[in-house]
């Protein structure tokens, strides 16, 4: 998709379709954060958090609109008043004129997302997800109409979000047969006749639609059909996803060759972002490992699903000293903890590219880092 002169409104369209928001935890808070849907967009800036200097950099470079990852009001607040931190920040980006947008645990389950960067960053090639997102639901719709009506019928239903598939829309297939009804007393038929048989040529017109939306479709389809009651029937897909390309949260792969942990903790220092801490391990650094688990983030509430599908090595962040012992007690894979900051600040470059392929704007990453932490310090050798 693409346009001549972009506005918030299709950057957000941009995202929406790359990050679905249905795909985000219910906990999460996605989407536009503040902005005006109309305003015009020539540059779009990205961060993964929006910190007060960030927000100050965005408006120093002259963006229109910028895009985070960690949502700026994830949790509830009761001001924004300009005198405090989150509400400096809104008032910062409101008088520069940039709208703010986050793509959060939507992004994480997308594909490609945060985890298939994290991924290919480490050396694997992105399979099966760590906690595979259940598929949308999807109906198999097949309705019957007047030949004469199947144009309006067809716009309408297509218009409600009907027949879509993949980056395809207005799917559908038809044929023709013959309709027979009796009106009843009461009856105030578009054709026929009152108590009197009634056929007549008729399609048959099949597409498919997010079970979110049968109702809306209902509504729409009943406004559109000229008949009273029109024939219709909503058949619930089963899923057929492909859990290799599943959408859901982390990813697993294998290495192209074995190594040793302390090689590949080597391999994944070396590949992401330098934060003061660096990157640290939890196993014997001899052991051999190939398969591979990745979650980007905060990531130690799955450690038993690595366990689970037999990694020998599982890359995350912000682990826990006693979650990571018990883990490895009962006999689980080793782990590498990385910084929070340092496992998702890739998924930026991911993100420019789509807004870029998507709308005729200027893309910059703001490089600032927004990790926490500042200082490492190790004992330096003390004399005997």
């Known amino acids: 998709m693409s346009f001549e002169t972009s506005t918030v409104a299709d950057i957000r369209q941009v995202l929406d379709t790359a990050y679905p928001p249905y795909l985000a935890e219910k906990w999460d808070a996605v989407g536009l954060i503040c902005g005006d849907p109309q305003a015009p967009v020539r540059k779009v800036a990205f961060a993964l958090d929006c910190t007060q200097a960030v927000a ?10 910028l895009v ?36 959060h645990t939507n992004a994480d389950s997308a594909r490609p997302g945060v985890n298939d960067k994290l991924a290919e960053l480490v050396g694997i090639t992105p399979g099966r997800p760590i906690v595979p997102k259940a598929p949308k639901v999807i109906d198999k719709w097949g309705v019957h109409v007047p030949v004469d009506a199947l144009g309006d019928v067809k716009a309408a239903v297509f218009a409600a979000g009907a027949g879509a598939i993949g980056d395809y829309a207005e799917c559908a297939f038809q044929w023709e047969g013959q309709g ?22 008729e399609m048959r017109v099949e597409f498919v639609a997010p079970s979110s939306l049968r109702g809306h479709i209902i509504d729409k389809l009943r406004k559109a059909h000229p008949y009273e009651e029109p024939a219709f029937d909503v058949v619930e897909m089963a899923p057929t996803h492909d859990l290799n390309t599943a959408y859901g949260l982390g990813r697993i792969g294998e290495l192209d060759e074995e190594m040793t942990l302390q090689e590949f903790t080597q391999q994944v220092a070396n590949a992401l972002p330098e934060t003061a801490w660096g990157v640290r391990a939890a196993g014997d650094p001899e052991q051999k490992v190939k398969r591979v688990a990745v979650s980007s983030g905060a990531g ?18 912000d682990l826990r000293h006693h979650p990571v012992d018990e883990h490895l007690r009962a006999g689980g894979p080793a782990v590498i903890d990385t910084a929070h900051w340092a496992s998702e600040f890739p998924w930026t470059q991911q993100a420019s590219e789509v807004v870029a392929a998507g709308a005729n704007v200027e893309c910059e990453i703001i490089s600032l880092r927004t990790d926490p932490w500042t200082i490492s310090a190790h004992p330096v050798e003390r004399p005997e």
Request: charged share 20%; hydrophobic share 40%; no cysteine.
């Open 180 to 201: 027979q009804f009796t009106p009843q007393e009461g009856a105030d038929p578009h054709t026929g006749t009152v108590g009197q048989a009634f056929t007549d040529r």
């Open 300 to 317: 130690d509430s799955f450690l038993d699903q690595a366990r689970a599908l037999g990694v020998d090595v599982y890359v995350t962040s």
């Open 56 to 65: 100050e950099r965005a408006v120093e470079i002259g963006a229109d609109m």
């Open 68 to 103: 985070i990852h960690h949502p700026l009001l994830l949790r509830g607040v009761e001001s924004v008043a300009a005198d405090t931190p989150k509400g400096k920040v809104i008032h910062t980006l409101i008088r520069g004129g940039v709208a703010l947008f986050a793509a």
